[in-house]
């Protein structure tokens, strides 16, 4: 079967940092991009950071911009989220999805791990 | 980005249809066939049920039927079942961002 899933979410205080992961099984990670997508607490989703294959190449929301990096270990396979000066409005549920390049369409997702970012 | 733009409800009864919009720009939904659609209930994970305008993933049922007019996109679901009763996003390729793909807000679906 194939399956992400999710983990490393929490609560953080504001400026803390935090790293999510994604564990891959039942498919050939490596030749798939991948991403993260999150949902703020009763809002819609947001793709906030892409992967390439070999992790060549990297793409993100602006509103995360430089403060979080998206990053992939092939050998274990896993996907990785780390977060840096974290906000209040970075508050929500992350999502690990494969990307089907071709469609620009997700059809694998994980559970969600929870980040929350309070005083 | 923008976001797409989704009504926030629509309702129907069962064994009836519903149709869900979703209107962008000539950036995204009508300058490209990559538009897809997502089931989500509450607090499970989205769930991808038509890709590229109007293909379904295999084991979505074929009461889920996607088209696209200009800068609008559509879901229909025909023979609405109490278990439809979930929020839709729709999603598009989108040219203004590296990120490639682009959001609705959301379309909450409640099923009388």
């Known amino acids: 079967e194939e399956q992400l899933v999710d983990s490393g979410g929490g609560l953080v205080q504001p400026g803390g940092s935090l790293r999510l992961s994604c564990e891959v099984s039942?498919?050939?990670?490596?030749?798939?991009?991948m991403s993260w997508v999150r949902q703020a607490p009763g809002k819609g989703l947001e793709c906030v950071a892409n992967?390439?294959?070999?992790?060549?190449?990297?793409d993100y929301a602006d509103s995360v911009k430089g403060r979080v990096t998206i990053s992939r270990d092939n050998g274990r396979p896993s996907l990785y989220l780390q977060m840096n000066n974290l906000r209040i409005e970075d508050t929500a549920v992350y999502f690990c999805?494969?990307?089907?390049?071709?469609?620009?369409?997700?059809?694998?997702w994980g559970q969600g791990t929870t980040v929350t970012v309070s005083s | 980005q923008s976001a797409l733009t989704q009504p926030a409800s629509v309702s129907g009864s069962p064994g009836q249809s519903i149709t869900i919009s979703c209107t962008g720009t000539s950036s995204d939904v009508s300058g490209y066939n990559y538009v897809s659609w997502y089931q989500q209930h509450p607090g499970k994970a989205p769930q991808l049920i038509i890709f590229d305008v109007s293909n379904r993933p295999s084991g979505v049922s074929d009461r889920f039927s996607g088209y696209k007019s200009g800068n609008t996109a559509s879901l229909t679901i025909s023979g609405l079942r109490a278990e439809d009763e979930a929020d839709y996003y729709c999603s598009s390729y989108t040219s203004t961002s590296t990120l490639a793909a682009v959001f609705g807000g959301g379309t909450k679906l409640t099923v009388l």
């Open positions: 999805a494969r990307m089907v390049r071709s469609s620009v369409s997700f059809d694998i």
């Open positions: 039942g498919f050939n990670f490596n030749r798939y991009w």
């Open positions: 992967i390439n294959q070999d992790g060549s190449e990297k």
